[in-house]
Nanobody
Framework: QVQLVESGGGSVQAGGSLRLSCAAS????????MGWFRQAPGKEREGVAS???????TYEDSVKGRFTISKDSDKTTMFLQMNSLKSEDSGMYYC????????????????????WGQGTQVTVSS
């Protein structure tokens, strides 16, 4: 059973940085897909970044050059380093994973994922 727990959210001023962590357990596949999503009030949940087992990453256009997704070597923790934060980055951030073996490239569509964390709130004030 895959379980995901996010941490690291908070409130920062525009231009600041935050680092989100996702503690993952139960991922047994050697090839996997994991990602970060966010959801602002009244908006759809959108993919921010994804990472696959070979380390390849995919980013949503608005965060390219500002956000970095990474994972530790034993795949138990995934990170999202967020720099140069903007007010439009505010929202609930979710860690996600696909529980079955994944052979493809990164994906930002939420339908590719079937395991979700509870979320951590990020608030950026201008």
């Amino acid at each position: 059973q895959v379980q995901l727990v996010e941490s690291g959210g908070g409130s920062v001023q525009a231009g600041g940085s935050l680092r989100l962590s996702c503690a993952a357990s139960g991922i047994t596949a050697s090839r996997y897909l994991m990602g970060w999503f966010r959801q602002a009030p009244g908006k759809e949940r959108e993919g921010v970044a994804s990472i696959v087992s070979d380390g390849n990453t995919t980013y949503e256009d608005s965060v390219k050059g500002r956000f970095t997704i990474s994972k530790d070597s034993d795949k138990t923790t995934m990170f999202l380093q967020m720099n140069s934060l903007k007010s439009e980055d505010s929202g609930m951030y979710y860690c996600a994973a696909r529980s079955s073996t994944w052979y493809g490239s990164g994906r930002l569509g939420k339908n590719w994922y079937n395991r979700w964390g509870q979320g951590t709130q990020v608030t950026v004030s201008s």
